[in-house]
């Protein structure tokens, strides 16, 4: 195990270091960019390339280009919705998300404004659907980055830095424990089973915002207010 993956680190580690940051910030801009991010896998690139970064400054250029890589991919959404929302959302390249998902998307906006934004770049189809639908909105630009800005932080700090320290570890106990590989396997599984789980909160949380009105069921103080 511990050959293998050390061999496999080294490969990843032995790409130019600019060429690996640059890939790592086209994929999430992909990834985050309308329709497109439904079939590139941003987070997974982000994932392999961070664990080749060698130091803090590393680390911190990497997440600096998937920050910005990210916030251009949402703002490309954003503008394609300002100018050709309608065109996309009726084309049959829309038509393929289904029209409830575009349905979930207005419904969730106009109900929880700036925090859908923040809240929809860890939900799966929505943080493709919301960049765009925010733009067909008429929700200032601005606005949309105030909210927009921070989750890609967050999202990017994440999994650099977890990528990073799973590396790191490794390198570090290679040599002295043959169990070594197993334990890098095992951060990364923890950390994606915990941001599974995380969209799996999130979505029961906001599932009500993004529901129509006969499909929510009332709750207690609903009832007490009527």
């Known amino acids: 195990m511990n050959e293998f993956l050390t061999w496999l680190l080294d490969a990843v580690q032995s790409v130019d270091p600019v060429l690996r940051t640059v890939l790592a910030g086209v994929a999430i801009m992909l990834e985050t960019s309308v329709l497109i991010g439904l079939v590139v896998p941003g987070d997974t690139v982000v994932l392999v390339a961070a664990t080749a970064v060698g130091s803090t400054l590393e680390a911190v250029i990497l997440i600096v280009v998937v920050i910005v890589g990210a916030l251009i991919g949402e703002s490309i959404g954003f503008w394609l919705g300002r100018w050709l929302g309608p065109r996309i959302r009726f084309s049959k390249l ?14 969730y906006l106009r109900r929880r404004g700036g925090p859908a934004i923040f809240l929809s770049r860890f939900l799966p189809v929505l943080h493709s659907l919301v960049p765009l639908t925010v733009g067909m909105s008429g929700f200032a630009y601005r606005r949309f980055l105030a909210w927009t800005a921070p989750a890609c932080t967050v999202w990017a700090i994440a999994y650099v830095g977890v990528g990073a320290a799973a590396a790191g570890t490794y390198r570090e106990l290679a040599d002295r424990l043959h169990y070594a590989g197993y334990l890098f396997v095992g951060i990364i599984a923890v950390f994606l089973v915990l941001a599974y789980l995380a969209k799996r909160i999130i979505v029961r949380s906001e599932a009500r915002h993004m529901a129509e009105a006969h499909e929510v069921e009332p709750t207690a103080q609903d009832v007490v207010e009527d």
């Not at 998300?97 to 207005?106: I, K, P, Q, T, V």
């Open 94 to 107: 829309g038509a393929r998300l289904g029209e409830h998902n575009w349905e979930r998307a207005e419904l």
